[in-house]
C-alpha cells in the first residue's frame, strides 16, 4: 500500500471495470520534485509541478543571499 501512498483510513473511490475491482485514492498525490532538461537552455533544472509557485529572479537572490 506504501508504494501507492494509501493507508489505513485514506478515503478511496472503487469501480469494477472489465470484472476487475479498481481503487482510486481520494487524496490529490503530491508531485514529487525532480530533475529534468530545460528545452529552451538544454540546461538540468528542478521541477516542482504545474502548481509550483514561481520564483522571481529576486526571491532567489534574497535565497541565496542568506548562504555564505
Known amino acids: 500500500m506504501r508504494k501507492l501512498g494509501l493507508g489505513a483510513g485514506n478515503p478511496v473511490d472503487a469501480k469494477v471495470e472489465g470484472g476487475r475491482m ?3 485514492s481520494r487524496r490529490k498525490r503530491k508531485f514529487k520534485p525532480r530533475i ?3 528545452p529552451i ?4 533544472v528542478l521541477t516542482s509541478g504545474p502548481e509550483a509557485s514561481i520564483l522571481t529572479n529576486k526571491m532567489v537572490a534574497e535565497i541565496l543571499s542568506d548562504f555564505p
Open 22 to 24: 479498481l481503487l482510486t
Open 36 to 38: 529534468v532538461r530545460d
Open 41 to 44: 537552455t538544454g540546461f538540468s
